[in-house]
């Protein structure tokens, strides 16, 4: 993605067009970015052409607003900037308790993956995992441990089926050590799984909808 186009999101985003349409014409663009009409308005063509905003006709005015991709492309870029100037040996990332569907447990107790949480994560987990929904404001997080290197756990085949590479870092709870577990291609975007050697649930007293800090080490 050119960086003059991450520009033109992000000056369409400042205007107001996150979560509404904003009417402006390419012009009024042009004027912002400091570009000529005509290279505005190509630049609104590419960016409908790649998905990244939306436009509507009908009203006397153009009327545009960034898309789900368009926004989620702001926010990687700006977990970049905050590597860059915020980066500490930790995050500190918010989530809500949720029940999982035992996906997790029946990963978890792969001997495979075992095995190598028991070599490197230092412990043997408990059987089943802490499912926490990542409140939206804090995606931009879960994208920086996306990118960072974590301790790998390797995946492995089993009776015809493949098992992915895992992703882990190492975290607390209120105090209790766990670690996070990021399969290296995952679907869930804003759900993250937690092991620990102790029932989680149990022994900090969790139920659904209960909100709490996740310190992750890098």
């Not at 895992?166 to 670690?179: D, G, H, P, Q, S």
Request: some cysteine.
């Amino acid at each position: 993605m050119h960086e003059k186009q991450i520009a033109t999101l992000k000056h369409i985003a400042l205007m107001g067009g996150v979560h509404d349409y904003i009417a402006i014409s390419s012009r009024e663009l042009g004027n912002v970015l400091e570009i000529s009409q005509q290279s505005a308005s190509k630049k609104i063509l590419e960016l409908l052409g790649e998905g990244l905003i939306e436009r509507d006709l009908g009203a006397r005015r153009q009327r545009i607003k960034l898309t789900d991709k368009g926004f989620d492309l702001l926010r990687k870029e700006y977990s970049d900037y905050q590597r860059i100037f915020e980066m500490k040996d930790h995050l500190v990332i918010l989530g809500t308790v949720t029940s999982g569907i035992g996906e997790g447990q029946y990963y978890v107790n792969q001997e495979a993956y075992t095995e190598q949480f028991q070599k490197k994560l230092w412990f043997k987990p408990y059987e089943g995992t802490l499912n926490l929904r990542i409140d939206q404001h804090e995606l931009s997080k879960m994208d920086i441990l996306r990118k960072s290197e974590g301790i790998l756990i390797k995946g492995f085949e089993k009776e015809g089926r493949t098992f992915g590479d895992v992703k882990c870092f190492l975290a607390t709870i209120r105090n209790m050590e766990c670690a996070v577990v990021l399969p290296v291609r995952s679907h869930h975007l804003d759900i993250v799984e937690v092991i620990c050697k102790y029932h989680l649930r149990r022994s900090l007293g969790l139920k659904d909808g209960d909100q709490v800090e996740l310190v992750v080490s890098l």
